[in-house]
């Protein structure tokens, strides 16, 4: 059993930034990859960044350049950096956390809101 709680979301101003926490605990065993997902009224949720057990991250190009995943591989711990918001961030935004056996696990999702 693995849990994951998900904080650092809210409302900001276009331009603004956020930092979104995820920290996992449980029966975690040995990690392969953690990442952060989003999903926007009306569309499917997207993979935003990724990040390796190796450090190796990811970004989708809508984000490139302006959001920045790292990890505390001590803490179990992924954050999300996102500056330069746009309106177009808008989403709840979910972390998921990827075993080397498969299993994967979901955060509770956590609402970013980038006002105009």
């Known amino acids: 059993q693995v849990q994951l709680v998900e904080s650092g979301g809210g409302l900001v101003q276009a331009g603004g930034s956020l930092r979104l926490s995820c920290a996992a605990s449980g029966t975690i065993f040995s990690i392969l990859n953690m990442g952060w997902y989003r999903q926007a009224p009306g569309n499917q949720r997207e993979l935003v960044a990724g990040?390796?057990?190796?450090?190796?991250?990811n970004y989708a190009d809508s984000v490139k350049g302006r959001f920045t995943i790292s990890r505390d591989n001590a803490n179990n711990t992924v954050y999300l950096q996102m500056n330069s918001l746009k309106p177009e961030d808008t989403a709840v935004y979910y972390c998921k956390l990827t075993r080397r056996d498969g299993y994967y696990r979901w955060g509770q999702g956590t609402q970013v809101t980038v006002s105009s």
């Open positions: 990040i390796t057990s190796g450090g190796n991250p």
